[in-house]
């Protein structure tokens, strides 16, 4: 479909014209492209499947699997760019709508999930609080994923373990516990 005529019927084109005569657009087929932070590249592969979004159209659910990643990282973003083909045979989507995604990130046996709160981040580095009897231990952790006042925690831990939920540096490593 031409979506823009930049000259009339008669008019005189040269080779140094500064716009094109038309906009051809292909509107069965759209491509979606993306820029995925660093951190969340690892988490998408050639067979993600992506749900998304456009603001003209709330409520609906569109969704594309991914086609193409750059394999590499933007230096000036720090992301990396990834292509879907987007099937639009009732022609609903248009070219240049902006569209909102929910990337899937599927979590890692090892590692859980606790409130933000439960994180102490100190000059010694990114810790949690482990109460093992009436001691305390400091354990090192990696922070993964934040949403919704949680946060993804990976280190030395077991799902039984018991964690302080108000972590502190009051709480000195080694000291007895007090409820």
């Known amino acids: 479909m031409i979506t823009s005529r930049n000259v009339s019927a008669g008019a005189f084109v040269g080779p140094n014209a500064k716009e094109p005569i038309f906009t051809l657009q292909e509107q069965r087929h759209l491509r979606l492209v993306v820029a995925v932070p660093e ?3 690892a988490y998408i592969n050639k067979s993600s499947k ?26 000036r973003l720090r992301s990396q760019r990834i292509e879907m083909d987007v099937p639009n045979t009732n022609k609903k989507l ?11 990130l599927p979590a890692t046996d090892s590692a859980y999930v606790v409130p933000s709160s439960a994180v102490l981040t100190s000059s010694e580095g990114i810790f949690v609080i482990k109460v093992n009897g009436n001691k305390v ?43």
């Open 94 to 104: 248009l070219p240049g709508m902006v569209a909102e995604l929910q990337v899937p």
């Open 50 to 75: 992506i749900d998304f979004t456009v603001k003209s159209m709330p409520g609906q659910k569109f969704s594309a699997n991914v086609s193409r990643l750059a394999g590499a990282l933007d230096n």
């Open 137 to 179: 231990a400091w354990v090192p952790i990696k922070k993964g994923r934040e949403a919704d006042k949680k946060v993804e925690i990976f280190g030395d831990l077991t799902a039984t373990d018991t964690i302080v939920k108000e972590a502190s540096e009051e709480v000195r490593n080694g000291s007895t516990w007090k409820e």
């Open 39 to 41: 951190v969340y590249s």
